[in-house]
């Protein structure tokens, strides 16, 4: 089992530009959800999906913040356009129904 | 929403010895209680987990014990080991995934 995959890994960008993040979760696994870690706000629940449906998008911060799943193996979170305050680590999870979260590697976004 | 708050925020403990963290929610729906470990640089995952059908769970050295009614959780290590070296963080939910994290508690165990 691969475990959830996320890239990239790293992204730098200047500020105004727009960013997409990618994770496929691991298969068989019906929920996602997209997470932000930072110093100052620790780590944060933007959006969960279910079956490829947005069930709970409450944590999103702003309409600059967007994120799809177009089917069961990939979801992306888009961010356009970008400011600084937006560098983060930006995990995405998987799990079953009532199953434990798995987290994927993270990706480190720096917006400069 | 739901307010978990985490105590403390750092702890350093000696080899052997014993690590309690303790957080509190505030959503009294809330019925599922998972601790993730976070290594540094690394992704959290999941070490116990707790529902709010159950007062302790214990899993070797780890145990979280639940208090519904005072609405607090707490997680305790036991003959902690350099491993164990880490950011540990709790959190609740009323439905299972939506999860409220607690700020964290980085543990240093001393050698």
């Known amino acids: 089992d691969a475990g959830v995959i996320q890239s990239p890994r790293h992204e730098v960008t200047e500020m105004g530009q727009e960013v997409t993040l990618r994770c496929k979760p691991i298969?068989?696994?019906?929920?996602l959800f997209w997470y932000r870690q930072t110093m100052m706000r620790g780590l944060e629940l933007l959006i969960y999906f279910n079956n490829n449906v947005p069930i709970d998008d409450s944590g999103m911060p702003e309409d600059r913040f967007s994120a799809k799943m177009p089917n069961a193996s990939f979801s992306t979170l888009k961010i356009q356009p970008s400011e600084p305050r937006d560098s983060a680590v930006y995990f995405c999870?998987?799990?079953?129904?009532?199953?434990?979260?798995?987290f994927g590697p993270g990706t480190r976004l720096t917006v400069t | 929403g739901e307010n978990v708050e985490q105590h403390p925020s750092t702890l350093s403990v000696q080899e052997g010895d014993s690590a309690v963290i303790k957080c509190t929610y505030s959503?009294?729906?809330?019925?599922?209680f998972p601790w993730y470990k976070q290594e540094l640089g690394k992704r959290p995952q999941l070490i116990i987990d707790?529902?709010?059908?159950?007062g302790e769970k214990k899993d070797q050295r780890i145990a979280v014990t639940l208090n519904k009614t005072a609405k607090h959780f707490s997680l305790h290590i036991t003959e902690t080991q350099p491993e164990d070296s880490a950011v540990y963080f709790c959190?609740?939910?009323?439905?299972?995934?939506?999860?409220?994290f607690g700020a964290g508690t980085t543990v240093t165990v001393r050698a």
């Open positions: 959503d009294s729906a809330s019925n599922y």
């Open positions: 298969s068989g696994h019906d929920y």
């Open positions: 959190a609740a939910s009323s439905n299972d995934y939506k999860l409220s």
């Open positions: 999870a998987s799990s079953r129904a009532q199953g434990e979260q798995y």
């Open positions: 707790i529902r709010s059908n159950v």
